[in-house]
Nanobody, 114 residues
Framework: QVQLVESGGGLVQPGGSLRLSCAAS????????MSWYRQAPGKQRELVAT???????TYTASVQGRFTISRDNAKNTVYLQMNSLKPEDTAVYYC????????WGQGTQVTVSS
C-alpha cells in the first residue's frame, strides 16, 4: 500500500524559509509528475508547483522566483523549498504523485505570521 508522508511545515515569520518534504512509501511504478498543492481557509485547493519526470518544473505565478520544487527519484521524494514567505502563503500544503494511480499526502500546515 502506497502512502505519502509529508513533513517540514510550521510557523515562520514573513520573509522566512521552510522546506517541505513528501516521501512515498510502498512500491510505485512509473512515477510521472510530482506536485505540490495548497489550500487556504475558505479557498479552493490550488496547484503551486509541478515537476515532471523529464521536463522543467512549472510554478504558479504567485510563487515564481520564491519557491523551488525538486525530486529525488531514488527515494521517491519531492521537496518544496519556500523562501521569502508571505502571509498569503499560509495554507495546508499537499503533495501529489501521479503514476499509474494518483496519490495524495495528508497535508502539512504552513503558517506565515509575525
Amino acid at each position: 500500500q502506497v502512502q505519502l508522508v509529508e513533513s517540514g511545515g510550521g510557523l515562520v515569520q514573513p520573509g522566512g524559509s521552510l522546506r517541505l518534504s513528501c516521501a512515498a512509501s510502498g512500491v510505485i511504478f512509473s512515477i510521472s509528475a510530482m506536485s505540490w498543492y495548497r489550500q487556504a481557509p475558505g479557498k479552493q485547493r490550488e496547484l503551486v508547483a509541478t515537476i515532471p519526470s523529464r521536463d522543467s518544473p512549472t510554478y504558479t505565478a504567485s510563487v515564481q522566483g520564491r519557491f523551488t520544487i525538486s525530486r529525488d527519484n531514488a527515494k521517491n521524494t519531492v521537496y518544496l523549498q519556500m523562501n521569502s514567505l508571505k502571509p498569503e502563503d499560509t495554507a495546508v500544503y499537499y503533495c501529489l504523485v501521479v503514476a499509474r494511480s494518483m496519490y495524495w499526502g495528508q497535508g502539512t500546515q504552513v503558517t506565515v505570521s509575525s
